[in-house]
């Protein structure tokens, strides 16, 4: 056995359902071939008409590199696209798909190997009959990394799980990580460290199981567990290898954090730059509220981070707003929300509110630049920030990167983001949700303290059963406010 065997089933139904997915791919582009395959019958094996089936079959599917028809002869006779046109009138017979290949089988899959068109592919083909008599194949080479890319995207969303796919004479046909694409986990040396051989060859020898193992990637060690089961197609056999880290040394979620916080800092940036841009326009309009309002609804045009859009004179009256449903708002005093000629003083020519119930109803926090007409200040431009844009984006991809949540809370314990968006607007001094003690200890630590790390356990909406997460989080000092960026791994 390889290191520790595991029984999580959990990772194990992942990799069923994977499986699934994966066949469930392959007999949609098998019926579309199937489709194409009847259209070239029904011309008689004309040329034309079979280029035409190829193209429509190419346009149909989402995962092919290329695709031909050769007949009975193994001669091809149409090809699509033009990138393996030379392909046309040359003798086929080299790959060995005649009738006595197909024998007893309506769908062939090759093994991962180097085609005459320069691509690593598997070939998905399927033999063609008229009326009984065998009358030539179609055969599509499979773009299997745009394939396995999708099931690989909703894994890491899902669950943070990883996939790779791998032939049982070690052959990785697909890996999230494009340069293992290729290698042999039996004989490169990349895989030589004892507990990885004996995981590979576990899988390889095995159609499903679970094992452990331990990699250094980037410098650091991280214990994974991988469930596999396997996929039987067209003659073929994959194992289908769904892994998760359950263990790995802290800078790494630590590292992780401070890529986070920087990725949120470049989105305020971006939304302050374009706000800046918004403020100098309304200074150049000298008053005038047609041109300031067009500045507004240039800066929403600019920014999708933001939500809506005031622009306040010194005496905190608003002037004019944007989107339309705002425009109501004009001649409030907007005193209620503390901006004012001190406010930009303190915080320089970009603040930020902290996050609360704005008049309009949504929960959000605005960011505010200073407007000044000849050196006197003169109001000011504040825009209501979506979170789920400003940090949403970034958490997406630390999601998608390393299979991480994250959440954004002020040092009050105020939740102004979180992956599962019912915890945002809660407080997680206070909110019952939170009233575990190891919730509680480690909430309070969030709080003081501007980075660390911790471990809770928490019932995540939806789940069944409470999971254990590490937690590393860092702080962004920004406009005047402080936010705790923390990103979250489950064991």
């Given at each position: 056995?390889?290191?520790?065997?595991?029984?999580?089933?959990?990772?194990?139904?992942?990799?069923?359902e994977?499986?699934?997915?994966?066949?469930e791919?392959?007999?949609?582009?098998?019926?579309?071939?199937?489709?194409?395959?009847?259209?070239?019958?029904?011309?008689?094996?004309?040329?034309?008409?079979?280029?035409?089936?190829l193209?429509e079959?190419?346009?149909?599917?989402?995962?092919?590199?290329?695709?031909?028809?050769?007949?009975?002869?193994?001669?091809?006779?149409?090809?699509?696209?033009?990138?393996?046109?030379?392909?046309?009138?040359?003798?086929?017979?080299?790959?060995?798909?005649?009738?006595?290949?197909?024998?007893?089988?309506?769908?062939?899959?090759?093994?991962?190997?180097?085609?005459e068109?320069?691509f690593?592919?598997?070939v998905?083909?399927?033999?063609?009959?008229?009326?009984?008599?065998?009358?030539?194949?179609?055969?599509?080479?499979?773009?299997?990394?745009?394939?396995?890319?999708?099931?690989?995207?909703?894994?890491r969303s899902?669950?943070?799980?990883?996939?790779?796919?791998?032939?049982?004479?070690?052959?990785?046909?697909?890996?999230?990580?494009a340069e293992?694409?290729?290698?042999?986990?039996?004989?490169?040396?990349?895989?030589?460290?004892?507990?990885?051989?004996?995981a590979?060859?576990?899988?390889c020898?095995?159609?499903?199981?679970?094992?452990?193992?331990?990699?250094?990637?980037?410098?650091r060690?991280?214990?994974?567990?991988?469930?596999?089961?396997?996929?039987?197609?067209?003659?073929?056999?994959?194992?289908?290898v769904?892994?998760?880290?359950?263990?790995?040394d802290?800078?790494?979620?630590?590292?992780?954090?401070?890529?986070?916080?920087?990725?949120?800092?470049?989105?305020?940036?971006?939304?302050?730059e374009?706000?800046?841009e918004?403020?100098?326009?309304?200074?150049?309009?000298?008053?005038?509220?047609?041109a300031?309002?067009n500045a507004?609804?240039?800066?929403?045009?600019?920014?999708p981070?933001?939500?809506?859009?005031?622009?306040?004179?010194?005496?905190?009256?608003?002037?004019?707003?944007?989107p339309?449903?705002?425009?109501?708002?004009?001649?409030r005093?907007?005193?209620?929300?503390?901006?004012?000629?001190?406010?930009?003083?303190?915080?320089?020519?970009?603040?930020?509110?902290?996050?609360?119930?704005?008049?309009?109803?949504?929960?959000?926090?605005?960011?505010?630049?200073?407007?000044?007409?000849?050196?006197?200040?003169?109001?000011?431009?504040?825009?209501?920030?979506?979170?789920?844009?400003?940090?949403?984006?970034?958490?997406?991809?630390?999601?998608?990167?390393?299979?991480?949540?994250?959440?954004?809370?002020?040092?009050?314990?105020?939740?102004?983001?979180?992956?599962?968006?019912?915890?945002?607007?809660?407080?997680?001094?206070?909110?019952?949700?939170?009233?575990?003690?190891?919730?509680?200890?480690?909430?309070?630590l969030?709080?003081?303290?501007?980075?660390?790390?911790a471990?809770?356990?928490?019932?995540?909406?939806?789940?069944?059963?409470?999971?254990?997460?590490?937690?590393?989080?860092?702080?962004?000092?920004?406009?005047?406010?402080?936010?705790?960026?923390?990103?979250t791994?489950?064991?």
């Open positions: 056995s390889a290191g520790c065997i595991t029984t999580d089933a959990s990772l194990e139904k992942a990799a069923k994977t499986v699934d997915e994966i066949a791919e392959l007999n949609e582009m098998s019926e579309e071939m199937r489709e194409a395959g009847d259209a070239i019958l029904a011309s008689g094996g004309d040329a034309k008409a079979a280029e035409d089936a193209f079959l190419y346009e149909d599917t989402d995962y092919s590199i290329s695709i031909l028809y050769a007949d009975a002869d193994e001669i091809c006779i149409a090809v699509y696209p033009d990138i393996i046109k030379d392909s046309v009138g040359k003798d086929l017979s080299v790959y060995g798909t005649d009738e006595a290949y197909y024998a007893g089988r309506d769908i062939a899959l090759t093994n991962y190997q180097l085609l068109s320069g690593y592919s598997s998905l083909s399927m033999p063609l009959y008229d009326n009984g008599k065998f009358a030539g194949y179609i055969s599509d080479a499979l773009d299997l990394t745009k394939m396995m890319d999708k099931v690989e995207v909703e894994l899902d669950f943070g799980y990883s996939l790779w796919v791998v032939e049982p004479s070690g052959m990785q046909i697909y890996d999230s990580d293992e694409v290729g290698l042999n986990i039996l004989t490169d040396t990349l895989y030589a460290k004892a507990d990885v051989r004996a590979a060859e576990q899988i020898a095995e159609k499903s199981g679970t094992a452990s193992y331990s990699l250094v990637e980037n410098g060690v991280s214990v994974k567990e991988a469930a596999w089961e396997t996929l039987s197609y067209g003659g073929q056999e994959w194992r289908i769904v892994t998760k880290i359950t263990a790995r802290s800078t790494a979620l630590e590292n992780a954090a401070d890529e986070a916080a920087a990725l949120i800092v470049e989105s305020l940036d971006e939304t302050a374009e706000m800046l918004a403020s100098e326009d309304i200074e150049e309009a000298n008053g005038n509220v047609k300031a309002s507004l609804y240039d800066l929403l045009d600019d920014a981070s933001i939500i809506s859009l005031v622009y306040a004179d010194a005496d905190e009256i608003c002037i004019t707003a944007a339309e449903f705002m425009e109501e708002v004009a001649g005093d907007m005193t209620i929300y503390g901006i004012d000629e001190e406010f930009h003083r303190n915080f320089g020519k970009i603040g930020l509110t902290k996050y609360q119930t704005l008049e309009e109803g949504v929960f959000a926090a605005l960011m505010s630049s200073a407007v000044y007409e000849n050196g006197i200040y003169a109001g000011y431009i504040s825009g209501a920030l979506d979170e789920s844009i400003l940090i949403g984006v970034p958490a997406k991809e630390i999601r998608t990167k390393y299979g991480y949540g994250m959440w954004v809370v002020e040092p009050s314990g105020m939740q102004i983001y979180d992956t599962d968006s019912d915890e945002v607007g809660l407080n997680i001094l206070t909110d019952d949700r939170y009233s575990a003690e190891d919730i509680k200890a480690a909430a309070k969030i709080v003081s303290e501007p980075q660390g790390t471990v809770y356990t928490i019932l995540d909406a939806g789940a069944k059963e409470p999971v254990t997460k590490d937690v590393a989080w860092t702080t962004i000092t920004y406009g005047g406010q402080e936010w705790r960026v923390g990103v791994s489950i064991r």
